[in-house]
Every structure is written in structure tokens, then in C-alpha cells.
DNA sequence: TATGAATGAGTCTTCATTCAT
DNA sequence: TATGAATGAAGACTCATTCAT
């Protein structure tokens, strides 16, 4: 692996010491979340993050000022750097408002809520009292674009005439309060209960949960309702 | 149970000590659940509470073996209990399915979201990791009981023609989320952000929850809406 | 010693815990004047303090905040807190100033300048740039009243017509630099070249630096030369 | 000796980056020096010498072994090597043996004293307890041939008639107890006091210490006395 | 010669819990 | 019952030094 063909320039920053350099935090971040998650973030100690990324001690601390701040960069890379890319996808969107508050539910279960990363909202929940700026950040990087998406999703279908003129902010929450559940739930009372916690499935709920909300805000739930019955 | 007026209990508290010593189980457990919800859990010194409630770090230690078994303790007598009281009230309700909706909401957060007990929910979630049983006693003495007290309450609207037919587990979910998210916001995102969380009317945002749901959940939505009655 | 007669009240401080409560802090002060001077204040371990005075690590912290509050504690405890008496001695001398400053400097030597308590004027020194706030409090509470007291003496002696006019700050610091000088050199160069240190002997020096200072080197002084030539 | 210009040398460095090669140690060595002074010892990262002297931290070790090399390295070239000129000084000077000590003083605190190069002491000092080697080469290296030039100074003022014979040694320790003092006060309690520190002048205190030693306090020294001339 | 990524030893402080009184 | 002095485990972060390139 370090003999690569020497042919180009003399130094090339191919040697394995270079590239390791650029992947070290892309592997540390992730060595963070899945030890995060599954420990909390108090209860796992820098040097186990390290270990786990094959690096000593020290060298997460070259990456990383604190602890602190690599649970910073650990919700950034896998949580905010998310909404550029959906914003895309919403403005190409094509059907109707409905569908496109399933498929996204559906998306995020499947990119976020049902990853480890899902388990970071409980992590920034258990951790404001002791770390207020992580909640901060998390707030306004996580929590006020995701709320801003949803809203323009929900005033398109108002716009649309797909949905009645309810209080978009609230209903809003209504949805955010769902996947907010699903994400604790399954990292504190399944990871607790264990086995019976089969009597609940958060994809089933989350598009249950969708259905009620919809129900709730079609402009003319008469004709719909079928659908889903 | 054991909080009946003291008349035909064995052990007349005659002196003034003597009554001190029966009561400062509760007054131990009313300083733990004001600064547990306050400062969090572990962050919260055993001596602060012994402090507050007026007795040394020692005291504490007489009536509760750990730090943990008050904890749980204080979950007991300011959550669990309160449902006998709630099913009474269920048994004897008049009027339709949506009111008592409201209503339950309602009297809900007024007994316990809006009051430190509510606090008491995101302090399981957040030391769920450290202490998985006390996560399992809330789930088990807490969640399942409201979970069943809920589905009660959509059955008698579904038998009385009132709702839909819809998964009733899963709606009680889709209420449970709201009450969960609304007491862990007050003391995440409140608590961090300060003033600016005016955008958010936790006990609005239920009842503007229970509209939707309730919308959604209407046998014949067409005629009952007057939107926003 | 646990079994005093226990004729007077029932609830005397007189156990074991209770005298060790009051004697902890002296005992911790001691272990620690003895081992900065020895050691370096940063080069000793708090638990090594601990382990001196006999108790555990977690003994110290109940007297002392920090380790640099047990710095401070040590400095004034064996510095700051012998000034009162000392001005109480001047105020009752009797006798020449060229004696004041003498038996002054004498009694110095006994009582600090050779004992462990030298030593702190060099662990200030060292420590300066990494705790500034204790150089800050030995300026205030030492170098400050220690240049008052000699000022007083000076001027004494000026208004007695025992001295020149001089600069009486200047004149100060030439004795506060060879008192200086004496803790530093003893802890430093002796420290650490050994046996040939006996080539200077502090206390011998400090005298002959009070005649030079009173006297001067000149070879024609008039009168009073011959007094101690 | 070795920095005389670069004419008669074997190795005339050509390149450009051939005299870099050879410039770099000192570059080093001043680098730390300003470092040292300004932060103290352990307090500058090697990184930060590197850094200051514009190459990385490896070239650092590849010139010096240690850090406390480098510290060596310092004393040697920017102290120990200043004595050979002054003997030189001293050998050629016309005039009293008053003026020659105050010249003396006053050349020093400007080539040394009022320079970086007057921290070191207080470096030396401070560090003397983790690096008992490097009091011990200060000692022979600084002290003692500081101690044989004054000792000189002293002993032609007694020769001459100038001065009374008193005992040179503690003499001479007299005058290095005020230079050891002002190089210490500079970087301890200006430091950390700051502003109000106007109130002691280093160069003023050595002129007056020197009127002192030489003249005395006493009121009635006889006629050589144009007391502040 | 020069670089800079990697290493890992070393320490203060908190606080739940105990137990002598 | 009540006290409060004492215990001691546990963990983040720095930086001199090395060595692969």
C-alpha cells in the first residue's frame, strides 16, 4: 500500500501517514457517534473513542480541542450538514403535498431516525443541563432548519389547497414531536426493555402518525379518507 | 395510600420531633424532585438535598439506601400514584370523546407538565444509560398505565361512533409524543435558549395537537369542524 | 485518649473526629510548607500532601479549594500572619537603629529566613508566571508590609539623626534584596551544588550587608567606624 | 570566538540555503531566549520556539536533544560567554573604584540586566528544581566568574586606599544580591502587578544601592560625602 | 536536512457513601 | 436518629519526543 508507483512528482502526499491525516476525523466522528449512542456521552471516555477509531489518546485531541467540540462536529457532519440536500429535493419535489410529508418521513426515518445518528437528539437531550451550548447549537442547526423545511412543506399544501389554513408552526411540532419521540424512544425504553418493545414499530407509527395529522389537515377529508382506511 | 389523614394510623405522631421523623421521607423527596428537575440528576449533589430539606448528608442515607433509590422514589410518589386517581375520574366522565380529550390533556398539564413533575420525564430519558432500571420502572409504572388510560379513552370514542376505526395503539402514541415532547422541551430547549422561546405555547400547542388528531380521527370530519372554534 | 471522663455535658467536641477537625488544617499546612520548599510546588503532588499529614487525597479538598488556595493558606499562615507582631516589636524597641536593624534582621533569619518558610519567597518566584494571583497576594500581603516595617525603621533612624537623608524606599530594597537573596541562594544554588556551599553563610552575610549598608565601604568615615571595624 | 566574521573559516557557506544550515541554532537559541523571558520555561511549548524561529518542531530536536539542552545552550551563549570582554574592560579601566563600580553596574544592566537575556536568572531560579544541572552550570558558569570580576573590583578599591578592608566576599555578595533582586523583581512583581510598578526604577535602585555600599547610612561619614553628587 | 502525525505519561478535583461518635 | 469527617475511584487534556516519509 505505501508502494505506490513513483512515477508522478517526488512528493505526492500519497504515503499512508498523509492520507491518514484527511480520514482520521471522518473515522473519529464516527467512532464518537456509534460510542456516543450506545454509552452516552458522558459515560465514554476520549481514550475509548481513540481506541475505537485505532488512534492513541493524544491524537483525538489533534483533531478535536475537546471533547466537547467533537460532539459539536459529531452533530454537525451527521445532522445539520443534512438540510442543503434536502431542501434540494423539496424543490423538485412532483406529487402531492401528502405523499411528499410520507416520503420525507420515510427518507429521514431511513437516513437519520433508524441510524445512529437518530440517537443523537436523546444525546443532546440527556447533555444540555451539563453542556448548554451543544443544546444551543443542536437548536439552532438542527431543530430551526428542520422546523423551516417542515413548515414550507406544510404551507405548500395550504397553498396548494390540499390542506386546510391550520397553524403552521403548531402543526409543525406536531410532526417534529413524533419523530422526536420515535428517536428517544427507541434509545431509552426499547434499549431498556429489550424484547416486548416489538409492539411498537416507528416506521409504522411515524406513517400512522402522518395519516392521523394529514386526516387532520385536508382541506376536504371527505374524499380522502378511503385511501387509508 | 399512606398519605391519609393521620387518625386511625398506629403511630400517633404526638411530639414534634416525632412528627419530623415521619415526614422527612416526603420532604427529602419534594427537595430531590425541585433540584433534580432544576440542575439535573448528577449534577445535583446528594448533600444540596439533605441541605435543602433541612437535614445533614448523613440523614439522607438513613432513609434512602442510594442516590438512585431516591430517585426512583421520587418518580413513585409524584407519577405513578396519580393514576388511580385519573381512572376514577375517566369512569365517571360525561360528555363526548373530543371534551374529554381536551379535558384530560388539560388536567394533565395542569398536574403534571407544568409542574416539576414534569421535569421528572426527561430526567428518565437522560439517565436512562446510567441507570437502565429506573428507565424500566417509568416505563413499566408510568408509561404503560398512561398508554392504557389513553387507549381507553379512543375505544369509548370509537365505540360511541365518534372516531374512526384507526390502530389504537398508535394513536395513543401519536398523544403520547406530544406530551413527552412538550415537558422535554420546557427543560431543554427553554432552559437553553431563554426569552426567544416565547414562539412556543407548550399547553396551545396540545390543544392545537388534540385538534388535529381529533380531525383526524372524526368519523365525519366534513361537518364537525368549525376550524378554530 | 478516646475515653476522657465523660462526667461534664454528653455532646463535648471532644472525640478523636472533632479535635482532628480543627488540628486537619495546620497538619496539611505544615505537610505542605515541607514539601513545595522541598520539591516545588508544581513538582508535588496534592495527594503527596495528603499522604504526609496523614489522610487522603480527598481530606485536602475538604480544607483547601484548590491547590493553589493551600499555596496561599501556607503563605499566610507562615508569612503574611507574623507582621503584626513584628510591628508590635518596633513599636517597643529601645535602643540605636543601627541595633534595631540588626536584632530585625537577626530575628528574621530565626524566625523565617531559616526555617522551611524561607523557602516560599523562591516557590513565589518560580511559580509567578503560572499563578500570578499568589504572586499578586505575596506582593500585598508580604513584600508590601515587610517594605512598610523597614521604611518605619529607616525613618527612624532619619528622625533620630542616626541616618542620612537618604532615599528611604531605595534604601529598602537594599535590604529587602539581600533577604531576597539569602532564601533564594539557600534554596537554589546550595540545593543543588552541595558541600562547597559553605563558603556562604547566610546569616554572616546578612550582617556584614547591614554594616556595608549602614557604614558604607569608604576608608575614611569619620567617627563611628571604629565601632564596628 | 565563534562569531567572528565569516572570513578565514573552513566551511564559507555559499547557498543560500547552505548559511541557513548554519545560522539556524541561533535562531533558535534567540527564539527561546525571547520565549523563555517572556512566558517562562515550561510554559513555551518547543512547538512555539520552532514556530518563532520559523522552522518545525523536528528540526528543533534535530539541533538540540532537549528542551533543557536548549535551555543549556541559552545560559551559555547569551551569559557565560560576556565575561571574557568584561575582564577586558576591567583590566584597561582609568578612574576611582566608585565609578568603576557604578560603570560597571550601569554597562551591565544595559548589556544584561535590561535585556532578555536578564530573565534567565529568575529562569534559572525557577527551574532549579527540575533542573538541578542547569543551576549547577549557571553557578560555575555565571556566579563565580561574577563573583572573581567584582571581587577584583573590590579588592583594587581596598589596594588603592579606597575602600576600608572589609571582607570581599559578602561584600561582593552585597552588590550581586541587588543585581540578582532587579532581574528577579523585573519579571516576578512588575509582571504581575503591572502599572503602579513605576514606583521602583532598576537602574535608579542600583545607583543608589552602589551610593550605599560605598558611603553607608550614617549621618556623620566625614567629608568625602557630596552626598547625592 | 526537514517535516509533522502520532504517541502516552502524568494529575487535580468531585461527590456518593460510610461510619465513628 | 442524626451528624459530618473521611474516603478514593475516575477521567480530560498537554506536550516533549519520535520516526516514517
Redesign the interface.
Known sequence: MSNLPSISTDRVPTARRERRKEARPGELIQAALDLFVE??F??TRSEEVAARAGVSKGTLFLYFQTKEDLFREVIRTRLADHFLAWEQEFEVFQGSTEDMLRTGLHTWWDRIGNTPAGGLT?L???????F?EI??YY?SSV?QPGRALLARILMRGIERGEF????V???V??L???M???M?WR???V???GPHAT??DPL??LM??V????????A???RS?PLH?
Open positions: 454509552k452516552g458522558s459515560a436523546k443532546v437531550l440527556s447533555e444540555s443541563h451539563h448548554p443544546a444551543s437548536q431543530v386546510r389554513a391550520v397553524d408552526p403548531q402543526a411540532m406536531s417534529v414531536s413524533a422526536v419521540f420515535v428517544t434509545h431509552t425504553i434499549a431498556c426493555s409492539d411498537f409504522s407509527f400512522s402518525h395519516d392521523l395529522i394529514v386526516h387532520g389537515l385536508q376536504h377529508p371527505s379518507a382506511g
